[in-house]
Structures are given as structure tokens and as C-alpha cells.
DNA sequence: GCAATAAAATCTATTTTGTAGAGAAAATTG
DNA sequence: CAATTTTCTCTACAAAATAGATTTTATTGC
């Protein structure tokens, strides 16, 4: 079927919802006030490696800043490809959930 | 996280679409033509197995019918606690998307 | 220069999901 | 009752997600 999976998909929206600041910490941060869900580490870090391998992300290491500490901060980026990726699955889920709206479900409870 | 994976939420939607007629062959074709994408057997049956086993669907035998052969229908509904899923994969999706429309990726290609 | 501390990345092991297609089971028809 | 058809079920495998511990690197104050 080889659509995104959902971690792939929320992670990339992260990314690109955080622009320069894409990276490991802020992403997480901005997955689990986004989702109302917990995030561990391995739940973000997996899918960004992943995503950078099949080139739908490019990362490169940030320069040095003037916070305290730290490893240098691997920033992410989408690529074109990742752009593609979230465009098609969101073309697919509009088709599937067309005429299904949250207000015709909750009837159904 | 703990959401519905990508298969499970387009596998539930489809039992939704189909009602009464939410057996393994129409909802295979269902997901077929909606996504306009490969779906083999494993890929719908797996998950609705796994549906079931958590509460998120029910199946029952259906009748015999008057059409030619096989063996008896098995019949998927979806329960509350699937309903549930789904809007709440809807608002997660909802909220991750928020500003980001289309037409916004597309300029970055 | 060096210890303490902090920020961030990376790793390993495991579980859960999804993929692929072969093959078995049950119903109908001639 | 054999042939055919429709449908389900199974097995083996691959990929994705989870969990949290650990390691690395940088800064600051001594």
C-alpha cells in the first residue's frame, strides 16, 4: 500500500511546522502539545532517521549557539520528495474521509 | 503515541463507507479504488483481525445469498470504542494540519 | 585546564503493524 | 458429486513504532 506511516507523517509536519528550528527536542516538544500524546525519544528519533534515509528529510548539523551545552543540534529539512509524500497522503485521506465529518461519527456513539 | 497506525484507520473507514456490506472483498476493492493503491489480502486482513481483537470492530457470519459460491461473509461493524478511534485520529490530524493547506506544500516544490 | 552540569543525539532491544501471496473452506450449479 | 466460484484464513516476512538508557559534546565556573 506504501503510504506514510502515521509517526512519518506527524513527523514531517513537525518539521515543517518548525522550520529552522527542526530538530530532535522542538520536534518532540511540538508532537506532544500537538497531539495531546506522549512521545519518547526513540518515537521521534526512528522516523527522522528513516524519513533522512529514504529522502524525504535532509538533516545537517547546526552551528555551535550561544546556549549552555549540548551536542550541536541536527536540524531537519524537507526535501521535495517529503513535500510530495505529505501531499499524497493527504490527498488520500480527504478521499477517504469524504462526507464523513467528526459530527457524523459522534452520532454514531 | 498510541494512535491508529495508517492501515487501521483507512481499513475502519471503509467498514464505515460500505455498512452492511463491510466484508473482506468489497472493503479490499474500497481501499483500492479510494487510495489508488495497491491493496493485497494480508495488508486488509491483518488489520481487521487485529481491529477486532481490540475492541474496535465486531464481525459476525452473514446469510448465505442467492450469488454464486463461497464461503459465508464475514460481516465487520464498527463498535463505539472504533468510532471513538476515529475522531480522535481526526482531531490529531486536524490539529497537525492546521494552516497547512495543499496549496501551502505545493509552492515548496 | 578540569570538574560539574546541561543539552542533545544516538543506540539496543522489543513489540506492533503492515506486506505478500498461497492455499483451504464452504456454497452453488449442472 | 465434481467443477467452479467466492470468500476467508494462514504463514512467513519486512517495516515501523516504542521505550528508555546511554553516550557525546559543549559551556561555565573554579
Not at 513527523?11 to 530532535?24: I, R, T
Not at 520536534?27 to 521521534?44: C, E
Not at 510530495?84 to 454514531?108: H, P, R
Request: proline share 4%.
Amino acid at each position: 500500500m506504501n503510504l506514510l506511516g502515521r509517526a512519518e507523517e506527524l513527523v514531517l509536519l513537525a518539521v515543517w511546522k518548525l522550520g529552522d528550528d527542526a530538530y530532535c527536542v522542538p520536534i518532540k516538544k511540538h508532537l506532544v502539545k500537538t497531539t495531546g500524546k506522549d512521545w519518547v525519544f526513540g518515537a521521534v528519533y526512528a522516523p527522522l532517521e528513516r524519513l533522512e534515509k529514504k529522502g524525504l528529510l535532509q538533516s545537517s548539523l547546526g552551528d555551535p549557539t550561544p546556549e549552555r551545552g549540548g551536542k550541536r543540534k541536527r536540524i531537519y529539512k524537507l526535501t521535495k520528495a517529503g513535500v510530495k509524500a505529505l501531499i499524497e497522503v493527504k490527498k488520500v485521506e480527504k478521499a477517504m474521509w469524504d462526507n464523513i465529518s467528526e459530527g457524523v461519527l459522534e452520532k454514531l456513539l
